[in-house]
């Protein structure tokens, strides 16, 4: 078997992650083809650390992807914190290093990390730790928080939130982002129409006990949707309803406009089609009858009942029709609304 690979560059190598070193926030490369981890000279000024002029165990060499030496001036061991797992690790500072920090094969071998291409992870661990690859440009697309939050157990909250000023306002999708899971913190997927850089997700706190997010903390990113795209516009013109209408009873007039006109065509087909045409019909939705050893009679009347309910048996998941939930009724003390008290991080 062959296939032809086409690479489409779309927004960059997703090959950063945002970590904390030091308490510094910062983008780090992930680099599997360098040999050491490295640290910037310039970076490594602005943390409150100092280093060490005498390597332990110094390298016999240390060059760049284009063959030049690097002028290495030491180690320092620093902290980093990836998606809440706290780190102390041994970097060699380098001058006039391109990144301000990369991190390298042996790191990643002393942590165990697994890189995810497709899903653009990186997890720690065996899945202790999970966080986002980032891409240079997908910066702009993080949500983050534009107010400190406080999440009860087991409790979803709106949050408002912003992205970066270079993401055009447009309709997107809010996507998670995997260090909240390690937090047990998940963040809802949905389609939003976001205006002057803001919009607000939904956040559920999957534990049982409260759960503080401070200001500028990253829940989510946001991604652009095609709505001219054919499989989005399906969805998009499925997911529009009235809106004079409440949920279950657009739920409850979709499934009967579908049962009505599903019972109609099938009354007026079933004295116009033959047996055969029928079969033809049934096969295209996936019911197989070559093994089907029934007299003539009885499989005429298998094909008329079967024609009859075909709406059951469906080719796509986009004909699924919504499902009916019962109302729910939650019961409060009171109807006083309440307002939790502001707190700092």
């Excluded at 796509?316 to 991080?345: G, N």
Aim: charged content about 20%.
């Amino acid at each position: 078997m062959s296939r032809r690979l086409e690479y489409s560059p779309g927004s960059g190598p997703h090959n950063y992650i945002l970590t904390p070193i030091c308490y510094l926030k910062t983008k780090a490369l992930i680099d599997s083809g360098a040999a050491r981890s490295c640290i910037s000279e310039k970076f490594l000024q602005r943390l409150p650390v100092k280093f060490s002029h005498i390597l332990n165990k110094p390298p016999a060499m240390l060059t760049s992807a284009s063959g030049n030496d690097l002028k290495v001036l030491g180690t320092a061991n620093l902290r980093v914190d990836i998606a809440g797992l706290h780190l102390f690790y041994d970097f060699v500072v380098i001058r006039d290093l391109s990144e301000a920090c990369i991190i390298g094969i042996d790191f990643m071998e002393a942590c165990q990390a697994t890189i995810d291409i497709h899903n653009k992870t990186l997890s720690l661990f065996d899945g202790l730790a999970v966080t986002q690859l980032i891409s240079k440009q997908d910066e702009n697309r993080i949500l983050r928080l534009a107010q400190p939050v406080k999440i009860p157990p087991r409790t979803e909250v709106i949050a408002p939130v912003y992205f970066g000023y270079k993401y055009q306002p447009q309709l997107s999708m809010t996507e998670e982002w995997p260090d909240l899971r390690n937090r047990l913190i998940a963040t809802a997927s949905c389609l939003v129409q976001p205006r002057d850089r803001r919009t607000v997700v939904r956040l559920l706190n999957l534990s049982n006990t409260p759960k503080y997010l401070r200001t500028g903390a990253a829940v989510g990113l946001i991604t652009p949707v095609d709505p001219l795209d054919e499989h989005n516009a399906r969805i998009l013109h499925i997911a529009e309803k009235p809106k004079c209408m409440t949920h279950g009873q657009r739920e409850a007039q979709q499934i009967f406009t579908m049962t009505s006109s599903d019972n109609n065509t099938n009354s007026n087909d079933a004295q116009q089609l033959s047996t055969q045409q029928k079969r033809d019909i049934l096969q295209q939705r996936g019911i197989n009858f070559d093994d089907c050893m029934l007299t003539t009679t009885d499989f005429a009347t298998l094909i008329d009942l079967l024609y009859t309910w075909k709406h059951l048996f469906i080719t796509d998941e986009l004909e699924l029709p919504p499902a009916v939930l019962p109302p729910v009724e939650i019961k409060l003390q009171d109807e006083t609304p309440i307002r939790l008290r502001q707190f700092r991080c």
